[in-house]
């Protein structure tokens, strides 16, 4: 019986020299590069959902959630439609977990359309 709590209490303490190393400022850098080149096709609606994946959703302020790359096409390419439209922005910080398993941009974000007069 000792000798399985000792084999246990073994892998318990090797177990995480055991887990996926990260280089966090690798990824932090890679994170940037990739959002700072998405900001740049914001006039190309196939470039810019190149960077979604499949089952991606967007949630536009004022309108319903678009689910799933049709979806979310449609969204934006009536938003692009709209006369004036801009958008733009720039990633201010990139945080990455220590696994290298959760990765999020934070983003400094601007967007504008020309009103219509009647």
Partial sequence: ??????ILCAVGLLAPACARTVNV?????ALMDA????AQTT???????SYFAPDASLSPQGMPIAEG?????QA??????????ALAWEAT??????????STPRRSARRSARSRRR
């Avoid at 006039?43 to 959902?49: A, C």
């Avoid at 910080?93 to 959760?102: E, M, N, P, W």
Wanted: hydrophobic content about 40%; charged content about 30%; aromatic content about 8%.
């Fill in 1 to 6: 019986m000792h000798k399985y709590v000792w």
């Fill in 25 to 29: 400022e690798q990824q932090k850098t």
């Fill in 35 to 38: 959002d700072k080149a998405w």
């Fill in 43 to 49: 006039t190309d609606i196939e470039k810019m959902m």
């Fill in 69 to 73: 790359h049709d979806a979310i096409k």
């Fill in 76 to 85: 934006i390419s009536g938003m692009m439609a709209t006369p004036g439209f």
């Fill in 93 to 102: 910080k990139a945080d990455v977990g220590a696994s290298g398993s959760r």
